[in-house]
């Protein structure tokens, strides 16, 4: 089959692409393959789904009318094996080839697998995607015991979905915090204070260093030689790009598929987008790899834009994160630590409000809002257009910080006064 | 072809704000399960919370309330897909029942509008009021401060 547009992975960046292609382009066909068997669905949620809160319906990202109301042809379960750049044609698992004229990579991460003796037993699973939480959720039974490796965001969201299946949870981090790369350290205490008070056990500071038993698993054995029973193991480490099909191409790899600002990869109407690129971070000043949600979409979005004929540059992209769990309600974006002596760190804390944010030569490089996170966005967006802040940053982190705590010009600019 | 809609829009008019607070008491009144002021503001359990704020510095006041972008953040950074553009009123809304409550879209929100609501379980925002001709705010604005004027804007082409 030929295609104009063919969009490889259906998540947030395929689905960006595709819904901005589609707003200048009603016509041109637009074909989206995705291995998984289902409409496009919010990755994040499937904690959701685990925890029995929402049903797989629940938590499509898109209604199910989505592919025919907007003319897409959606290949689901359809797995392309190899891209032949030369003749612009994918070829899938099944023998079908498709020819594309304008090529996206959405292809996304793939859990990081390390090399601890026992992974291959059975209780062990991963959790970035809908058929690893139906495998986990098969497996269950009562009073089970689990053993989380890692202790990032998708740890934190495996854990909390199986503390409220019933499970006894122990979430297992090397470093000596849990979330120690979109939180500081005080954020990261708070966290970890929320999930022991709700009964997750956290250890810091070690690692899992072999997963026993004989067919099954019946203990994860520590780098101190401590054990802990369980009879389920989940690997969340983190996320590497997904980089099978660019591999042995033409198309430039670093730690990502390398992009311009127009989500261009070196090969001429190829692109790339979200968790599989590797983009321009402005607060790092060097491409980098960030696998979230929304910056998926939105290197989605530039990238259709550009593949249907109207130029587009990419914003800006940094993290951002933001998380509720067990009651706490903390969002970042940027750096969370201090770099260096050359980066100022203003701090302001009271209960269980705690504010911060890290400037260098009188711009935002990061923040945290932790509590009270609605002016957050204010300052992510001064931030995002790196707009001067020195001649107000003390008022930043205020309890009455808002748009006329900004320059005239800026604020009557932004509400149109 | 780009098709346009007329859509409703909320002119903030800070020159005549004296920030009395009046549109926010309105705001919180219309969003609340009762419509009642009394009720809304000592029985109500979680708290309506309203979608509007006023701000001051010096002399100047004014009301910040959605601006409704035409490209908003707030609906590209949504990981569920409950914050969306209303296909019919061109407005920015959410559907309460598929938020989760990430709060990702209050990061990414310029304005720093979007709000948490009472039980901290989804976010709430202006709905440009759907049940009344002119929304809570401009109505009870004593003072023009808040008006209600027509916009052009482009229909987006992509239906969801």
Known sequence: ?417 | MPVYTEMKKIQINEDFCVNCGLCKVYCTVEHSQTKDIIKAFKRENPAPVPRVRTESNGDISFAVLCQHCAEPWCVYSCLTGAMHKDLESNAVVVDEDKCVGCWTCIISCPYGILTRDGDHRHVVKCDLCPDREIPACVDNCPNEALTLVMDIEEVCQTVI
């Open chain 1, 1 to 417: 089959m030929r295609t104009r547009y063919l969009i490889i992975g259906n998540s947030a960046g395929g689905i960006g692409a595709a819904e901005a292609i589609r707003e200048k382009d009603r016509k041109g066909s637009l074909t989206i393959v995705s291995d998984e068997a289902v409409p496009a669905y919010s990755k994040p949620l499937i904690s959701k789904y685990l925890s029995g809160e929402r049903t797989i319906e629940n938590i499509l990202y898109r209604p199910a009318e989505f592919y025919e109301r907007n003319n897409i042809t959606f290949l689901s379960g359809e797995k392309i094996t190899r891209l032949e750049i030369g003749s612009k044609t994918a070829h899938c698992e099944d023998g079908k080839l498709i020819q594309w004229e304008k090529l996206l990579l959405a292809t996304g991460g793939k859990p990081i697998i390390p090399g601890i003796k026992g992974l291959d037993k059975e209780g062990v699973f991963t959790f970035t995607s809908l058929g690893d939480v139906m495998a986990i959720n098969k497996s269950l039974t009562r009073g089970q015991k689990a053993v989380i490796i890692g202790g990032g965001l998708i740890g934190v969201s495996a854990s909390e979905a199986l503390f409220k299946r019933g499970v006894d949870v122990t979430v297992v981090e090397m470093k000596d915090r849990v979330l120690n790369t979109i939180l500081d350290e005080h954020t990261s205490f708070l966290a970890e204070k929320a999930f022991r008070k709700a009964g997750i056990k956290v250890i810091t500071g070690h690692t899992v260093v072999e997963v026993s038993g004989d067919d099954s698993i019946t203990e994860a054995i520590l780098d101190d030689g401590a054990t802990i029973p369980c009879d389920l193991v989940i690997v969340a480490i983190g996320v590497l790009p997904q980089l099978v099909l660019a591999s042995n191409t033409e198309i430039k790899i670093n730690r990502g598929v390398v992009v311009d600002r127009y989500m261009s990869t070196t090969c001429l109407n190829i692109y790339a987008c979200g968790d599989v690129s590797e983009s321009y971070d402005p607060v790092y000043d060097e491409n980098r790899v960030i696998p979230v949600w929304p910056n998926a979409y939105m290197g989605g979005r530039v990238a259709g834009f550009n593949m249907a004929g109207v130029r587009t540059e990419y914003p800006a992209s940094t993290s951002l994160n933001s998380l509720n769990y067990f009651g706490i309600d903390i969002v970042s974006a940027g750096l969370v630590t201090s770099p260096g002596e050359d980066y100022e760190v203003i701090t302001r804390q009271e209960n269980d409000m705690y504010k911060k944010v890290i400037l260098k030569n009188g711009l935002i490089s990061g923040l945290i809002f932790a509590g009270a996170i609605e002016q957050s966005g204010i300052l992510f967006d001064l931030m995002k257009n790196k707009v001067p802040v020195e001649e107000f940053k003390q008022a930043l982190l205020s309890d009455d910080f808002g748009l006329a705590s900004l320059p005239q010009k800026l604020w009557k600019e932004k509400l149109q006064t």
